[in-house]
């Protein structure tokens, strides 16, 4: 099994900007990347980004391209969302996700594992 925790959600003004990180712990050796999804109130959950624990190869959704950034730091067994220029429509609460897959996708049902979640809220 593998257990993920988020941290660094929060309120933040248009504009401003927030660094989310998921820590992963347990049999981490078996995941080969790891993901951001997002579920907005009333909304499902959407994909944000995926990055490769190995080749650091990376996979963004169209709706953050240029402005978010998903990167990793294995030895803390850790993943980063940098997240700029953030907009009201980036409110919701941020998931982590790992996969033993060895491939990069953005379907809830690709990962076999999940965060309990970190709030974002994004005021005008």
């Known amino acids: 099994q593998v257990q993920l925790v988020e941290s660094g959600g929060g309120l933040v003004q248009a504009g401003g900007s927030l660094r989310l990180s998921c820590a992963a712990s347990g049999r981490t050796f078996s995941v080969i990347a790891m993901a951001w999804f997002r579920q907005a109130p009333r909304k499902e959950r959407e994909f944000v980004a995926a990055i490769n624990r190995s080749s650091g190869s990376t996979y963004y959704a169209d709706s953050v391209k240029g402005r978010f950034t998903i990167s990793r730091d294995n030895a803390k067994n850790t993943n980063y969302l940098q997240m700029n220029s953030l907009k009201p429509e980036d409110t919701a609460v941020y998931y982590c996700?790992?996969?033993?897959?060895?491939?990069?996708?953005?379907?809830?049902?690709?990962?076999?594992?999940w965060g309990q979640g970190t709030h974002v809220t994004v005021s005008s």
């Open positions: 996700a790992a996969t033993r897959a060895p491939y990069l996708k953005a379907g809830r049902t690709d990962y076999d594992y």
